[in-house]
């Protein structure tokens, strides 16, 4: 069985192919390498791992990938922190559907000739950007207002793709939205630039790296994005790839939508103190408040039902243990200058 995964360089991405390889699959991944620039993954070396560097819009090259591969993971997009849904507003959503259409162009092509059996869409919880419902099931995006991004719009936009393609050209699909990804391996993007929040630089722009160079740095009080009631569910990298992986695997997924998350709810002050425990243990947690970004949403609830109904799919790692590995990795990072 093979696996083509666009967007292969990605954060989730290299969990997701981690995972497959581990199960016995065959995958290729191709990605651009626009983000984050050459990388070397733990499996970059794996016999049954190849590597193609080419733009994920590329026609000819989508159709000369999939020409042997049975599943599809449309993974490629124009993605970062909430800075971005801001600084690349456009980019977002005009870029981003480039590159959705050519990705669903190739699958209905390669399911026409009988090789490809489906495409599993990458969606994101910003689909559920303008709900009041919580927690927020699967179908939820299709009855609350639309998302107000043009990020969180363009990502609801790829599961009407879905559903477009299958109505019209019989291309079977399966949505996954990861929610609030955490783990190792997320480097300085090429495009970030430098910011100050508080006394700190920063050119990352996700809360737990962010938080824990602060941190790490002496911040002290450590500066959060809004009053840090936010709320969320961190869920560690490892297990939105073996979420992702049981979604292409299972044949009741076929044309059904997937909130892949951990069932744990945590503000992000919350989050803070954690993290300044696990750095700063004994050493009384202080923090002020900076301004929030516009597009920061205050309640990100998702109900984890459906995905360990259908897919016997639960997150299984605590925020807490996936910070003894993460906190280390960005130390390292942070000493040898990398982010």
Not at 21 to 32: H, K, T
């Amino acid at each position: 069985m093979k696996i083509l995964v666009t967007g292969s360089a990605g954060f989730i991405a290299g969990y997701l192919i981690e995972e497959l390889l581990r199960a016995g699959y065959d995958v290729v991944g191709l990605d651009n390498l626009s983000k984050y620039g050459p990388l070397r993954r733990g499996y970059s070396d794996h016999p049954r791992f190849r590597f193609v560097r080419g733009d994920a819009k590329d026609s000819a090259l989508l159709d000369e990938l999939l020409s042997d591969c049975d599943h599809f993971v449309a993974g490629a997009a124009i993605i970062g922190g909430i800075a971005l849904f801001h600084e690349l507003a456009y980019d977002l959503i005009a870029e981003n559907e480039r590159i959705t259409a050519s990705a669903f162009d190739a699958a209905i092509r390669a399911h026409e000739r009988r090789k490809l059996q489906k495409i599993t869409v990458m969606s994101s919880s910003m689909v559920y950007e303008s709900t009041d419902v919580y927690p927020t099931p699967e179908g939820e995006q299709r009855r609350s207002p639309p998302p107000r991004s043009t990020y969180g719009f363009q990502k609801l936009a790829t599961e009407y793709f879905a559903q477009g393609a299958y109505e019209q050209y019989g291309l079977p699909f399966t949505i996954v939205r990861p929610f609030n990804c955490i783990g190792i391996g997320e480097s300085r993007a090429l495009t970030d630039h430098e910011v100050m929040s508080g006394n700190v630089r920063l050119a990352m722009s996700h809360v737990v790296p962010d938080l824990v160079q602060k941190i790490l740095k002496g911040q002290d009080p450590v500066h959060i994005l809004g009053d840090g009631h936010q709320i969320r569910h961190y869920t560690y990298g490892g297990d939105l790839g073996r979420g992702i992986r049981l979604a292409i695997e299972s044949p009741a997924a076929g044309n059904e939508d997937f909130n892949l998350s951990s069932s744990q709810s945590m503000t992000v002050l919350e989050l803070a103190e954690l993290i300044w425990g696990k750095i700063r243990p004994g050493d009384p947690f202080r923090y002020v408040s900076d301004k929030p970004f516009p597009y920061d949403v205050q309640r990100r609830i998702p109900s984890t039902e459906k995905a360990k109904r259908i897919l016997n799919f639960e997150a299984t790692t605590s925020v807490a243990d996936a910070l003894d590995e993460i906190v280390p990795w960005i130390r390292e990072q942070v000493a040898i200058g990398v982010i």
